[in-house]
């Protein structure tokens, strides 16, 4: 029995979920400890196929390893047959009905207490999950894992609520005007990532909370902490069938999908061909559809920053340490990180010197050896990728590579953040995305800012992220608008990673994705089918209209 909602309830403050720093000591990082070593004690975990709430354990069986020790396995999980997918689609849309029209307060309050849980009962697992599964270290995996998927259930909620508050300015006499926001006809299939177990949760989550169901696939290389976060969604009381649980083999689990006449949205981070693929997949398949599939998605970036010649000695030391960071943390396994460097050939001896300085500090080693700031690439398809990517430069006679180089995967898949200089701003290294630790300089003639700007923008498909780096305003201002469209979050005297959910809203234009903006409103309104409701109070005299008059 759908119950009563008898006042307009208001959300609780939001904000961002506050930090913690794990060091040395402190209690958070005797508790991080001790959880990592309780993991890895109990591995491998069992990650079942859920539908309906039931919990599949039969069927082919695949391992998620530890990649900075690939002869550990994490966890067995059992692949979705295209039986199951049926069989999830048919349920998701059964409990649809009750979902869909069950207060929007209630809803939120599942979303709520699911951050509430992960901020504190759930914080330590959820961060070792992440980090023996995605080889994240530490900070890596408190700024996903702990604060930004709470970030993103929490200001959804907000955005929500706002959304939901927008109605018709204005009623005629006798009218009242009025707009309601309901979910998609039919299911929201989404696909995600190894990289960040915050943005698993916000592709399942995000359309989820505004009325639709949901079927979750996530990446084999992240099973193990998305299922513990399907779980923690379960435990603070989402219905049954509202989000189907199903890894498995990418390609037949989306053949089956986009098969279905209810598939009605497709969201999506990933890699562009992939994205590509579905998206021509989706458009064979349009007229089988009962309504036109929304495709909201983020995909890859070619990222840079670009120094300009303004910046003096103490502004290149800081552009040289937020390129270290940018281009190295999580070992560039974000869509964001810094791959590609712009230095005027003023400034590019100094900009050495800086940049090797801190290199020279990096060390590389397991995330749970809290002292490294770089761990292993994700799996041996990225180990292999990288890597060859290294070698091209080290035989490219343009290039040179200043720093790093070094691939080791007899334990894990462990690359040496790398540095390369290059004469082509087209070599492969500077137009590719490698999506690994390795950061490309060019240095370009001083007088010719305005023409790099246009050259940067011009080498690659994408427009994800990217760096302005100067002094004065007026350079300031003029580098803004000269890369106004070469990436869809733009950071000045900043490295380009690290948005933040309420703050910077995320998502890149032409081949990096949609640009739909997760972490924002704008990302909500993608998940909705608005109906303009006008309903009259007062009868008609008569057909007539005064025009008809002589």
Same mark, same amino acid.
């Given at each position: 029995?759908?119950?009563?909602?008898?006042?307009?309830?208001?959300?609780?403050?939001?904000?961002?979920?506050?930090?913690?720093?794990? &060091?040395?000591?402190?209690?958070?990082? %005797?508790?991080?400890?001790?959880?990592? @070593? #309780?993991?890895? *004690?109990?591995? /491998? =975990?069992?990650?079942?196929?859920?539908?309906?709430?039931?919990?599949?354990?039969?069927?082919?069986?695949?391992?998620?390893?530890?990649?900075?020790?690939?002869?550990?396995?994490?966890?067995?999980?059992?692949?979705?047959? &295209?039986?199951?997918?049926?069989?999830? %689609?048919?349920?998701?849309?059964?409990? @649809? #009905?009750?979902? *869909?029209?069950? /207060? =929007?307060?209630?809803?939120?309050?599942?979303?709520?207490?699911?951050?509430?849980?992960?901020?504190?009962?759930?914080?330590?697992?959820?961060?070792?999950?992440?980090?023996?599964?995605?080889?994240?270290?530490?900070?890596?995996?408190?700024?996903?894992?702990?604060?930004?998927?709470?970030?993103?259930?929490?200001?959804?909620?907000?955005?929500?609520?706002?959304?939901?508050?927008?109605?018709?300015?204005?009623?005629?006499?006798?009218?009242?005007?009025?707009?309601?926001?309901?979910?998609?006809?039919?299911?929201?299939?989404?696909?995600?990532?190894?990289?960040?177990?915050?943005?698993?949760?916000?592709?399942?989550?995000?359309?989820?909370?505004?009325?639709?169901?949901?079927?979750?696939?996530?990446?084999?290389?992240?099973?193990?902490?998305?299922?513990?976060?399907?779980?923690?969604?379960?435990?603070?009381?989402?219905?049954?069938?509202?989000?189907?649980?199903?890894?498995?083999?990418?390609?037949?689990?989306?053949?089956?999908?986009?098969?279905?006449?209810?598939?009605?949205?497709?969201?999506?981070?990933?890699?562009?061909?992939?994205?590509?693929?579905?998206?021509?997949?989706?458009?064979?398949?349009?007229?089988?559809?009962?309504?036109?599939?929304?495709?909201?998605?983020?995909?890859?970036?070619?990222?840079?920053?670009?120094?300009?010649?303004?910046?003096?000695?103490?502004?290149?030391?800081?552009?040289?340490?937020?390129?270290?960071?940018?281009?190295?943390?999580?070992?560039?396994?974000?869509?964001?990180?810094?791959?590609?460097?712009?230095?005027?050939?003023?400034?590019?001896?100094?900009?050495?010197?800086?940049?090797?300085?801190?290199?020279?500090?990096?060390?590389?080693?397991?995330?749970?050896?809290?002292?490294?700031?770089?761990?292993?690439?994700?799996?041996?398809?990225?180990?292999?990728?990288?890597?060859?990517?290294?070698?091209?430069?080290?035989?490219?006679?343009?290039?040179?590579?200043?720093?790093?180089?070094?691939?080791?995967?007899?334990?894990?898949?462990?690359?040496?953040?790398?540095?390369?200089?290059?004469?082509?701003?087209?070599?492969?290294?500077?137009?590719?995305?490698?999506?690994?630790?390795?950061?490309?300089?060019?240095?370009?003639?001083?007088?010719?800012?305005?023409?790099?700007?246009?050259?940067?923008?011009?080498?690659?498909?994408?427009?994800?992220?990217?760096?302005?780096?100067?002094?004065?305003?007026?350079?300031?201002?003029?580098?803004?608008?000269?890369?106004?469209?070469?990436?869809?979050?733009?950071?000045?005297?900043?490295?380009?990673?690290?948005?933040?959910?309420?703050?910077?809203?995320?998502?890149?234009?032409?081949?990096?994705?949609?640009?739909?903006?997760?972490?924002?409103?704008?990302?909500?309104?993608?998940?909705?089918?608005?109906?303009?409701?006008?309903?009259?109070?007062?009868?008609?005299?008569?057909?007539?209209?005064?025009?008809?008059?002589?």
């Amino acid at each position: 029995m759908q119950a009563a909602q008898l006042a307009t309830f208001r959300l609780p403050s939001i904000d961002n979920e506050p930090m913690r720093n794990y &060091p040395p000591g402190s209690q958070d990082r %005797i508790k991080l400890e001790a959880t990592l @070593k #309780e993991m890895q *004690e109990a591995g /491998p =975990f069992e990650v079942p196929v859920v539908i309906n709430g039931q919990k599949i354990e039969d069927g082919n069986v695949a391992e998620q390893v530890m990649p900075a020790n690939h002869k550990t396995v994490l966890a067995r999980y059992r692949e979705a047959t &295209p039986a199951q997918i049926d069989q999830a %689609i048919a349920g998701a849309l059964a409990a @649809k #009905e009750a979902w *869909e029209v069950m /207060p =929007f307060s209630e809803r939120a309050a599942v979303f709520l207490k699911a951050a509430d849980l992960i901020a504190h009962k759930y914080r330590y697992k959820l961060m070792a999950a992440t980090m023996l599964g995605q080889g994240k270290n530490a900070w890596q995996a408190e700024i996903d894992s702990a604060a930004e998927i709470c970030d993103f259930f929490r200001f959804n909620c907000k955005y929500a609520e706002e959304m939901y508050a927008q109605q018709p300015p204005k009623n005629s006499a006798g009218v009242w005007n009025r707009s309601e926001y309901r979910p998609l006809d039919g299911f929201v299939f989404a696909v995600s990532p190894f990289n960040f177990t915050a943005i698993g949760g916000n592709l399942a989550g995000a359309p989820a909370l505004m009325g639709n169901v949901v079927l979750w696939k996530p990446s084999p290389s992240a099973v193990y902490s998305n299922y513990i976060v399907f779980e923690i969604l379960r435990e603070a009381g989402l219905p049954d069938g509202v989000i189907q649980f199903v890894p498995g083999p990418a390609p037949e689990i989306c053949e089956r999908v986009l098969a279905s006449p209810d598939f009605a949205s497709l969201h999506f981070t990933g890699s562009t061909h992939v994205f590509k693929k579905l998206w021509k997949d989706i458009a064979l398949n349009m007229d089988t559809y009962k309504s036109y599939p929304r495709i909201v998605g983020e995909t890859g970036g070619k990222n840079f920053h670009m120094i300009h010649p303004s910046l003096e000695a103490d502004d290149l030391r800081q552009a040289a340490i937020q390129t270290i960071r940018g281009a190295f943390e999580y070992q560039g396994q974000k869509c964001s990180a810094c791959s590609r460097v712009y230095v005027p050939d003023t400034h590019f001896p100094q900009f050495k010197k800086f940049i090797l300085e801190e290199h020279a500090k990096l060390t590389v080693g397991a995330p749970t050896e809290f002292q490294h700031f770089v761990g292993p690439v994700i799996n041996r398809n990225a180990f292999d990728k990288v890597k060859g990517y290294i070698n091209g430069a080290k035989t490219n006679e343009n290039c040179e590579v200043l720093a790093g180089g070094k691939c080791d995967d007899s334990i894990g898949y462990y690359i040496h953040p790398t540095i390369i200089v290059t004469k082509d701003p087209k070599s492969p290294t500077m137009t590719e995305e490698i999506f690994g630790p390795v950061v490309t300089i060019y240095v370009y003639g001083s007088s010719d800012f305005k023409q790099t700007c246009k050259l940067l923008e011009e080498t690659t498909p994408y427009a994800l992220t990217g760096s302005l780096f100067a002094r004065d305003r007026a350079s300031i201002i003029e580098g803004t608008q000269l890369l106004r469209h070469a990436a869809g979050n733009f950071y000045i005297n900043d490295k380009c990673t690290g948005a933040v959910v309420g703050q910077q809203p995320f998502g890149g234009g032409k081949a990096s994705g949609t640009n739909d903006k997760a972490g924002s409103y704008t990302l909500l309104t993608r998940f909705v089918s608005a109906r303009s409701i006008k309903e009259n109070f007062l009868p008609l005299e008569g057909f007539s209209y005064p025009s008809n008059l002589v």
